[in-house]
């Protein structure tokens, strides 16, 4: 049970939008910024979102993140066969003084 | 270039011990709070341990606390996982893992990992 709480799926055609909801509490996404990272199958997780809506350089600005309150979104616009990959969100919790993700979600190009 | 490199992962018995070690280039490695972060076969990123710049600050998920052990070396730019206890659940690829801080904004990234090492716990 991950602390931070996404959606285990999403799909679309290609060049469509897709939205990631992450979901947390006061000590986390209240509290703290959120990261979002990329997993493409069988690599490590790469930095996409930080700070909430910030692209670490060579990230696509078809990439981008918000905050509101306790809940976090990742958009991904002109979907792309490349894309389909994990999607992890992550923030800072006060209160376990320790870094929570989401659960993943797994995102499908079709 | 900025890098992470992990080392030390295996197969081990329920019980047995392990040291994973992550060596770092690139960058200035005593400013930077590190981590480890695990992930089980098909599951999530789960957070094991952080350590700050200088080990002053140190903390552990409660799945593994009493039983792992980070540490580091700056004179090495290295960062250690010492796993004792080891039990099946513990089976996962470890990631070492760089925050950086933004003074600006005073924010933390997780913004650089290596490619993990894998530790399988297994009779």
């Known amino acids: 049970q991950s602390v931070l709480t996404q959606p285990p799926s999403a799909s679309e055609p290609p060049g469509q939008r897709v939205t990631i909801s992450c979901s947390g509490s006061s000590s986390n996404i209240g509290s703290n910024t959120v990261n979002w990272y990329q997993q493409l199958p069988g690599t490590a997780p790469k930095l996409l979102i930080y700070?909430?809506?910030q692209r670490p350089s060579g990230v696509p600005d078809r990439f981008s993140g918000s905050k509101s309150g306790t809940s976090a979104s990742l958009a991904i616009s002109g979907l792309q066969s490349e894309d389909e990959a994990d999607y992890y969100c992550?923030?800072?919790?006060?209160?376990?003084?320790?870094?929570?993700f989401g659960g993943g979600t797994k995102l499908t190009v079709l | 270039e900025v890098q992470l490199v992990e080392s030390g992962g295996g197969l081990v018995k329920p019980g047995g011990s392990l040291r994973l070690s992550c060596a770092a280039s690139?960058?200035?490695?005593?400013?930077?709070?590190m981590n480890w972060v695990r992930q089980a076969p098909g599951k999530g990123l789960e957070w094991v341990s952080s350590?700050?710049?200088?080990?002053?600050?140190?903390y552990y998920a409660d799945s593994v606390k009493g039983r792992f052990t980070i540490s580091r070396d700056n004179a090495k730019d290295s960062l250690h996982l010492q796993m004792n206890s080891l039990r099946a659940e513990d089976t996962a690829v470890y990631y070492c893992?760089?925050?950086?801080?933004?003074?600006?904004?005073?924010?933390?990234?997780?913004?650089?990992w290596g490619q993990g090492t894998t530790v399988i716990v297994s009779s």
């Open positions: 893992a760089r925050d950086s801080y933004d003074l600006l904004s005073g924010t933390i990234t997780m913004d650089v």
């Open positions: 992550a923030a800072w919790d006060d209160s376990l003084d320790g870094w929570v």
């Open positions: 700070n909430n809506n």
């Open positions: 350590t700050s710049s200088s080990s002053r600050y140190i």
């Open positions: 690139g960058f200035t490695f005593s400013s930077h709070s």
